[in-house]
Nanobody, 121 residues
């Protein structure tokens, strides 16, 4: 099966930085899209950033200019560099990977377990 292991969350003061990582393992072809979502208490999960295997990255308006998504295809890993963090960025951040399982040749979405990011004012 496919596993996504996230790391890098934590507590940081406003204006600080954090870097999230998500490594995908399992019998998959190189992932198509890789991205990050977040969910704050009492709110719906929302897209933060996505990076396709080829093509342009896409960011939520609220993080443009502050967050940068990147990927290492050799490691099946996606990163989210978060700078100038604000208290409203506080949420659980989830990694999402769309990949084809080799055994079934079916593309599916896979999710990480979530990592807490807390930004204090």
């Amino acid at each position: 099966q496919v596993q996504l292991v996230e790391s890098g969350g934590g507590l940081v003061q406003a204006g600080g930085s954090l870097r999230l990582s998500c490594a995908a393992s399992g019998s998959i072809f190189s992932p198509n899209a890789m991205g990050w979502y977040r969910q704050a208490p009492g709110k719906q999960r929302e897209l933060v950033a996505v990076i396709p295997s080829g093509g342009r990255t896409n960011y939520a308006d609220s993080v443009k200019g502050r967050f940068t998504i990147s990927r290492d295809n050799a490691k099946n890993t996606v990163y989210l560099q978060m700078n100038s963090l604000k208290p409203e960025d506080t949420a659980v951040y989830y990694c999402n990977v769309r990949a084809v399982l080799i055994a079934t040749m079916v593309a599916s979405d896979y999710w990480g377990q979530g990592t807490q990011v807390t930004v204090s004012s």
